[in-house]
T-cell receptor, first 118, second 111 residues
């Protein structure tokens, strides 16, 4: 159980275009999902908390208008990188808490999406 | 200042050696998790520790949560090349709500 998927796994886009990344909880419902960004050989940096049915909560320094998050259902959250630029190139990872485990602090991660902006 | 300090940041050892990775903080955590991440993939949960002084074993991996719930360690016995990866500790403070990650330890086990 507790499987989280992401799509696409890799995406290359031109500067100025928008890219949507999907995060799905496959075998459980997640009212809360999280989006992280990771640079090479570094740890994960939390970007925002995605709440089903309400607005996402963004971390300090993360542009809300650039990184649009939509949590339309209990199994799907999307991150849209708008007007992407080369500096947005990174590894984006989502995670979710599985309420069935009874351990609210434990998150299960998707496989990540490698975004390259040319 | 990093909330969770991991050490060492990089470790390169020979197959068969033992190693310990440390995760330290001045804050108290309600729980700590250890993850392992391979290049191009998401972190995979190894263990969650919740009780001060708790010790959990997962085959050749031993995890310990400090008595005061401010630190944790991961010990690997007889390391194998398949253990190579980025090891991340993470936790939620008793006074907070977000999962905080350490900087990670990049382990390379050479055959």
């Amino acid at each position: 159980g507790a499987v989280v998927s992401q799509h696409p796994s890799r995406v290359i886009c031109k500067s100025g275009t928008s890219v949507k990344i999907e995060c799905r909880s496959l075998d459980f419902q997640a009212t809360t999902m999280f989006w992280y960004r990771q640079f090479p050989k570094q740890s994960l940096m939390l970007m925002a908390t995605s709440n089903e049915g309400s607005k996402a909560t963004y971390e300090q320094g993360v542009e809300k208008d650039k990184f649009l998050i939509n949590h339309a259902s209990l199994t799907l959250s999307t991150l849209t990188v708008t007007s992407a630029h080369p500096e947005d190139s990174s590894f984006y990872i989502c995670s979710a808490e599985d309420p069935r485990t009874g351990m609210s602090d434990t998150q299960y991660f998707g496989p990540g999406t490698r975004l390259t902006v040319l | 200042t990093q909330l969770l300090e991991q050490s060492p940041q990089f470790l390169s050892i020979q197959e068969g050696e033992n190693l310990t990775v440390y995760c330290n903080s001045s804050s108290v955590f309600s729980s700590l998790q250890w993850y392992r991440q391979e290049p191009g993939e998401g972190p995979v949960l190894l263990v969650t520790v919740v009780t001060g002084g708790e010790v959990k074993k997962l085959k050749r991996l031993t995890f310990q949560f400090g008595d005061a719930r401010k630190d944790s360690s991961l010990h690997i016995t007889a390391a194998q090349p398949g253990d190579t990866g980025l090891y991340l500790c993470a936790g939620v403070r008793t006074s907070g709500s977000r999962l905080t990650f350490g900087e990670g330890t990049q382990l390379t086990v050479n055959p």
